[in-house]
């Protein structure tokens, strides 16, 4: 190679990185350039993450482009690893003949028909090793390879800048993790529990949730259906004393009348027509551990009078029975009913509610910690994306503002319901606003969106198709016309008539 070729190629290399890509991209970018240049069969540049200790493939071309930022290996342990500690670089002339080369990188190397040399320069800002590039070249003589580690060693320094930066966003971010990661757990209790939510509301409820915990005490859960009253009492459960024991549920407003008292207390042989065996009930079942009645308010008032006697005297008697029968059992009680307007209309017995109200946790309606919608929504497209087999990645903008302003009369069930029929109707991998149920996208119930002409309305989701189809084709207009199935020619058109600018998305 001629010295005009060298500098030619480190020229095009620092164009390279200096066209405004992001950094990962653009120092991608360099690395195949320099492996072109050098007929380079595999190249990576790894960092160092000084909070770990450990060093992490940032970048790569070749053997290791799926495992690109995701596998991290020790200092010290790899080829990379000792050139960063020592600050040396390291030529090994024929990598089939060096068994150290197999362990490079963590990954066994793929068998070739050419003969490869690896040369691994270090990346070092100032008097600090941040990092290190490998190269594996053709086998060549030892001047060429010489030859080839100084370009080598010319192209890292002008690539550290782009290292540098990268270096310092995941230490700054890895950092700013830690810190919030101490400070969540500093401010939030240490509870086992399947809510999701991160709301002051919700903050509280997990604080209330381990304050009791750890007692004997009845828990009256408060709320709308559908705010999962029923997590609430798993929580409850799974983080008490009581946790390896039974937890039995039962709905009251689910079981007729005539059958709620044998279902909670069993009955004997005979009892009633069609008692033609024994049956224990579900405290019975719940011994030792915790029974959750859910919808308590629609017990009937001569079921209510057995029960104060379990919450009192911690004993019942099977529905045709004599004998009392002693019970060790938590309650767990819920409901969404006003329990003290059915108290003064005479619904509800006044003595059992307030022997139920021991500790009392309000679970608040969706409308009310709004900032967890977002949060919850995410969560759901996880899930039924998983379940479906489909590719959905995220929610559009219009789509996120379409939940943020309705105002979910069902709660966190209806929320539920919503993203699991977007996602059953989307063919896409972004959630629309058009895919979501039409009392969301008419606001006909919630009055909180604005009525728009048909031509207002088809402009915003043109303009949201074609925003989406830049950011997947990072601004290249080309590929987007392409994904829209339109011309190149129509799509400007359409750029400048919505006042959309692609180059922001490059």
Not at 15 to 43: K, V, Y
Not at 66 to 95: C, F, L, W
């Amino acid at each position: 190679m001629s010295k005009p070729d060298v500098i030619e190629a480190l020229y095009t290399i620092s164009q390279g990185l200096n066209q405004g890509l992001d950094l990962r991209e653009s120092l991608h970018r360099a690395l195949i350039q320099l492996s072109d240049f050098l007929t380079a069969a595999h190249g990576v540049i790894c960092l160092l993450n000084p909070l770990r200790n450990e060093v992490h493939i940032e970048v790569s071309h070749g053997i290791w482009e799926n495992v690109t930022g995701e596998r991290p290996y020790k200092r010290g342990d790899q080829i990379s690893s000792r050139v960063i500690e020592t600050g040396q670089p390291t030529v090994i002339p024929r990598i089939s003949q060096d068994p150290q080369f197999e362990t490079h990188a963590g990954f066994h190397f793929l068998e070739t028909e050419t003969e490869l040399s690896l040369i691994c320069v270090p990346l070092i800002k100032g008097r600090r090793v941040i990092g290190a590039m490998s190269l594996f070249v053709p086998y060549d003589t030892p001047n060429a390879l010489e030859k080839n580690k100084k370009i080598i060693s010319i192209a890292a320094a002008v690539m550290t800048r782009q290292a540098t930066q990268l270096e310092a966003i995941r230490f700054e971010t890895e950092k700013r993790l830690e810190q919030d990661q101490k400070r969540l757990q500093g401010e939030k209790p240490a509870i086992n529990t399947a809510i999701i939510g991160s709301s002051n509301k919700m903050r509280e409820v997990f604080e209330m949730i381990a304050q009791v915990s750890d007692s004997n005490a009845t828990v009256l859960i408060r709320g709308e259906s559908g705010t999962g009253k029923e997590l609430v009492a798993n929580a409850v459960h799974n983080n008490s004393p009581r946790a390896k024991y039974p937890f039995i549920k039962l709905n009251c407003a689910a079981i007729p009348t005539n059958l709620i008292e044998s279902e909670l207390f069993g009955h004997e042989k005979g009892a009633f027509t069609g008692a033609i065996k024994q049956k224990p009930g579900k405290f019975e079942l719940a011994h030792r551990g915790s029974i959750f009645l859910d919808e308590i308010g629609a017990i009937d008032l001569s079921v209510q009078v057995k029960l104060l006697r379990v919450l009192q005297e911690k004993e019942f008697e099977r529905v045709g029975g004599q004998q009392p029968r002693k019970i060790d059992v938590r309650i767990i009680a819920a409901t969404n009913k006003n329990l003290e307007e059915a108290v003064e209309e005479g619904g509800f017995r006044g003595d059992l509610y307030y022997r139920l109200n021991v500790f009392p946790i309000y679970l608040p309606p969706l409308r009310e910690r709004k900032t967890d919608i977002l949060l919850l929504a995410e969560y759901f497209l996880e899930k039924y994306a998983h379940e479906n087999s489909k590719e959905i990645r995220r929610l559009s903008t219009p789509a996120i503002d379409m939940l943020m302003a309705y105002h979910w009369p069902g709660n966190v069930r209806e929320l539920e319901n919503c993203i699991e029929r977007a996602v059953l109707v989307c063919n896409q991998g972004v959630i629309h606003s058009y895919h979501l149920p039409p009392t969301l996208q008419t606001g006909s119930q919630s009055d909180t969106l604005p009525m728009l002409s048909l031509a207002s309305a088809a402009n915003n989701l043109e303009k949201e198709m074609i925003i989406d189809a830049l950011k997947n084709c990072r601004g290249n207009i080309t590929d987007a016309a392409r994904m829209l199935r339109t011309t190149v020619r129509k799509l400007g058109y359409k750029l400048k008539k919505l006042g959309i600018n692609y180059r922001q998305y490059r």
